[in-house]
């Protein structure tokens, strides 16, 4: 039996980032609290815990002689500024990608101009976009909330880092019904889920059975799920090796394994050599002709 692992997977580039910068505040001794979960993944929070990495809900919680950590997502100017005025340090581990958004909004609301981010509103990410253009953005799920908004002077159009391609230059296209004036449209996605999606995809057509390791709320492990499950009927969303249950591995050849954008590479470690144990014990209980 063999196990195959996609060509992308796990950790993503920003979420990768943020654990790193939590580990060095800890290697230089700092009592580190996260505002909001650090990553979605409870094995890797369990972990960090151990180091005594806690999380906190709101800024004013944090502690003179405390490190308080913005995750990858980002959180609004305000936000940051109490963090900063509460906390000892502050470590800023919003993910680049998201930086630029919040930059691209910024720029366009010094300029009087309107900002149209095509996202959910209540995802952290696009509160904290939203709070750099607080009198000129307008968070929208999808073209069909573009006929609320109000007629717009030259407009920015972006995107959340996570939403799909097509939905961002549908509303994008919708908008021009919105102003006379020049539409700028940037796509802000990042590849990162697409990539998983994409290699998960290939590798799916070729394996017996794949495993998807990741949060069972974790919306972007369940989405590579049903990306595996188009091409491979016995494909399966854990959380660790526990849940591999033996028996849906007989008479298995091939299987594929790939992990979520907040699933830590000692996890994935972890399966694969369960897995390859499976695979050894079944290889010797199969009956000599
Ligand atoms: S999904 Fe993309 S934008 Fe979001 S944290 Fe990861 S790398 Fe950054």
Redesign the pocket.
């Known amino acids: 039996m063999k196990v195959l692992l996609a060509d992308e997977y796990g950790f993503?580039?920003?979420?990768e980032r943020a654990v790193e910068m939590v580990e060095e505040s800890l290697e230089e001794g700092d009592t580190v609290r996260t505002l909001g979960p650090l990553i979605h993944n409870e094995q890797e929070m369990d972990r960090l815990g151990k180091f005594g990495v806690s999380t906190i809900s709101e800024p004013v919680q944090i502690k003179r002689g405390e490190t308080a950590v913005i995750r990858?997502h980002g959180v609004t100017p305000q936000v940051q500024k109490e963090l900063e005025e509460k906390a000892s340090k502050v470590v800023d581990a919003t993910?680049p990608?998201?930086t630029r958004v919040q930059k691209l909004a910024a720029r366009a609301a010094a300029e009087n101009r309107h900002v149209v981010v095509v996202g959910n509103p209540d995802h952290p990410e696009m509160i904290g976009v939203k709070g750099y253009a607080p009198e000129h953005a307008f968070v929208i799920k999808d073209e069909t909330e573009v006929a609320g908004l109000p007629r717009l002077t030259k407009p920015l159009v972006v995107s959340q880092?996570?939403i799909k391609a097509k939905t961002f230059y549908d509303t994008a296209e919708a908008i021009k019904s919105k102003t006379d004036d020049e539409v700028q449209i940037v796509n802000t996605i990042?590849s990162?889920?697409r990539d998983r999606q994409d290699a998960a995809r290939a590798l799916a057509g070729e394996v017996d059975a794949f495993y998807i390791i990741g949060g069972r709320h974790s919306s972007n492990s369940r989405k590579l799920l049903a990306v595996c499950q188009e091409q491979c009927p016995k494909s399966f969303l854990i959380e660790t090796e526990e849940e591999i249950n033996e028996a849906d591995l007989v008479g298995v050849k091939q299987i594929g394994v790939t992990a979520g954008?907040s699933t830590p590479e000692w996890l994935i470690k972890k399966v694969v050599a369960h897995l390859e144990q499976i695979g050894e014990k079944l290889e010797n209980e199969l009956p000599l002709n």
Request: hydrophobic residues 50%; contains cysteine; glycine residues 8%.
């Open positions: 993503c580039f920003g979420v990858a993910c990608f998201v880092t996570t990042c990162a889920t954008a």
